[in-house]
């Protein structure tokens, strides 16, 4: 069993000036550096690290695909040999006109943010918003760079519980809700544990998990509207014991092309079961094009972020989180400039 009382720190020597969460995180469990993957025209010229054996879908013959680099490696073994990678699906956004999020505004329960540690959004600026703010630049940057309906689809998932995936969704909705030109669709997929609606103090109501199981219901109506400008919700839905069943039919498809398609300036965020608690999580994986794995600095083991890296590794983009730090190896402090702090 991983030992995760005892969280690795960064090696003696290591360049820290200027790191981000994802090179924070990097640092500490000793994975890359946190960078958009280029989208070369063919990879035969291209060296890469040997990358560690994922478990892949299977892609149909009739679905484009873009190349990809792969992201991660054997810890154990740095070598420069070419490695074969897997083709990703890409969604192909059609010519209609995109879906209208029109449901009911509600008000999202501001003391209930301050009481959990959440971004307040009509609060001054704070070191928690600044951090997201990096986090989600970072995240436009990539689907910009790509122009996909998958790249702007976004899973926060963790490997075990406790580890802060909830907490990081949710404030990388309210962080993006901020954007003047975009809009945010946090979407609840812990089917079997959902905390997204008790997060923000909002009604349970239908969602996700009854669009894939209705073909009669369109997950786009039952999307809610928040009295914060542009950021809309999907709650889980009524529960099931064949949740992941329905997320690999392929009904789901469907469903998440409809949540995107073309709606260039839309992000979905999806918080997700951890990676090795539920199987949802691998499912979700095929239909992202980012992955972000929230780690605690406290908590997570080295072992257990490699498990769950394979387990979605369906997703081409990988980035690592580190939440809860106690310390930044570089002694920066956001906040400090703006004369605030916390």
């Given at each position: 069993m991983t030992d995760q009382s005892n969280p690795p720190r960064p090696h003696d020597g290591e360049e820290t000036t200027d790191s981000s969460l994802f090179e924070r995180a990097s640092s500490t469990f000793g994975?890359?550096?946190f960078r958009p993957a280029p989208v070369p025209g063919k990879l035969d010229d291209l060296t890469m690290k040997r990358a560690r054996a994922v478990r892949r879908a299977a892609v149909p013959d009739d679905v484009r695909t873009e190349p990809e680099i792969a992201r991660t490696h054997d810890a154990e073994d740095r070598g420069t040999k070419s490695v074969p990678v897997a083709p990703v699906p890409t969604v192909i956004e059609g010519p209609g006109a995109a879906v209208r999020f029109s449901g009911e505004a509600h008000p999202i329960d501001r003391s209930r943010l301050r009481e959990r540690g959440l971004?307040?959004?009509?609060?001054k600026n704070s070191a928690l918003l600044e951090e997201f703010r990096i986090v989600k630049r970072q995240l436009h940057a990539v689907a910009d760079q790509r122009g996909t309906a998958m790249?702007?689809?976004?899973?926060?998932?963790?490997?075990l519980p406790g580890e802060g995936k909830t907490f990081c969704s949710v404030n990388l909705a309210l962080a993006m809700?901020?954007?003047?030109?975009?809009?945010v669709l946090l979407v609840d997929a812990d089917f079997?544990?959902?905390?997204?609606?008790?997060?923000?103090?909002?009604?349970?109501?239908?969602?996700?998990l009854d669009a894939l199981s209705d073909p009669s219901i369109n997950a786009e109506d039952l999307v809610m509207?928040?009295?914060i400008p542009g950021l809309w919700i999907l709650p889980a839905g009524n529960p099931t014991d064949a949740d992941s069943e329905w997320l690999a039919s392929a009904r789901t498809t469907d469903v998440l092309n409809r949540l995107t398609m073309g709606a260039p300036h839309r992000m979905v965020i999806f918080d997700s079961p951890p990676a090795l608690a539920a199987s949802p999580a691998a499912e979700l994986a095929k239909h992202v094009g980012q992955v972000l794995l929230v780690a605690r600095a406290d908590q997570t083991g080295r072992s257990a972020l490699e498990d769950a890296v394979d387990l979605l590794g369906a997703c081409p983009d990988i980035k690592l989180l580190l939440n809860a730090a106690h310390f930044s190896p570089s002694g920066r402090r956001f906040g400090t400039y703006y004369g605030y702090e916390g």
């Open positions: 994975f890359d550096p971004i307040v959004p009509e609060a790249s702007r689809r976004v899973l926060v998932c963790s490997p809700a901020n954007e003047r030109d975009s809009e079997a544990k959902p905390s997204v609606l008790s997060a923000l103090g909002l009604p349970k109501g239908p969602g996700l509207g928040t009295d």
